[in-house]
């Protein structure tokens, strides 16, 4: 998996939590500007029996914000939040209605081009 720098924020975020737990550390030490003395009381942490997911909240945050501005950390954060982990629906996502007699996303999919929600079938992957 690659974290683009170009990313958006939220799209960073999600990816940094899904970093596997064995390889949080080494994230810190590659993509973080922490001191290893920080990196090694984290390490620390993490063998005393702290959560493998609160080390990776903080690690998403350090990552996110040397690439984003505060605010678009704080709302990476509050949409992670909202929709992975308590796994509800963001306010903010876009709805599409389409009227087209069609069952199917197959037979959506001309409407969503036409639309131009989806500029070509392949962009569907994407989702």
Known sequence: ???????????????????????????????TDKHPDEIDKIKAELDNGANPRDVKL?????????????????????????????????????????NTGQVTIAGIIPALIEMGFVKRKANLCDW
């Open 1 to 31: 998996m690659s974290i683009g720098i170009n990313e958006p924020a939220g799209i960073m975020f999600k990816k940094v939590m899904e970093v596997p737990d064995d390889l949080t550390i080494k994230y810190f030490e590659l993509a």
């Open 58 to 98: 903080r690690l998403a945050r350090i990552i996110v914000s040397l690439y984003h501005a505060p605010e678009d950390v704080k709302k990476a954060v509050e949409y992670y939040d909202k929709a992975f982990a308590k796994k509800g629906i963001p306010d903010d996502i876009p709805e599409v209605f389409v």
